[in-house]
């Protein structure tokens, strides 16, 4: 079974940073990801990495601002969030797949999710 447990959440002024953290447990699979989804919104994709390769992918909404990186050895994934904007806002969840294309949200296993809250 795998768990994944995402922290780091909060509230955070427009412009300022905030750092989510994924702990995964039991397997791991080839692709973590993270994705986000506001009130009333469909649940859309921001980021995802290789766990056995340097490769990633960003949403066009957040290139250059969010850093997504892994720690193999502790088993963990980073989401490294700049220049947040209110349209930012959202539950932040962590999700990993053993194949398919990392952007499509169909994922085998998601975590609890954090909220983002970015005050304008």
């Known amino acids: 079974q795998v768990q994944l447990v995402e922290s780091g959440g909060g509230l955070v002024q427009a412009g300022g940073s905030l750092r989510l953290s994924c702990a995964a447990s039991?397997?791991?699979?080839?692709?973590m990801g993270w994705f986000r989804q506001a009130p009333g919104k469909e649940r859309e994709f921001v980021a995802a990495?290789?766990?056995?390769?340097?490769?990633?992918y960003y949403a066009d909404s957040v290139k250059g601002r969010f850093t997504i990186s892994r720690d193999s050895a502790k088993n963990t994934v980073t989401l490294q969030m700049n220049s947040l904007k209110p349209e930012d806002t959202a539950v932040y969840y962590c999700?990993?797949?053993?194949?398919?294309?990392?952007?499509?949200?169909?994922?085998?296993?998601w975590g609890q999710g954090t909220q983002v809250t970015v005050s304008s």
């Open positions: 039991g397997r791991t699979f080839s692709t």
């Open positions: 999700a990993t797949r053993a194949l398919g294309v990392p952007t499509t949200p169909q994922y085998d296993y």
């Open positions: 990495i290789g766990w056995s390769d340097t490769s990633t």
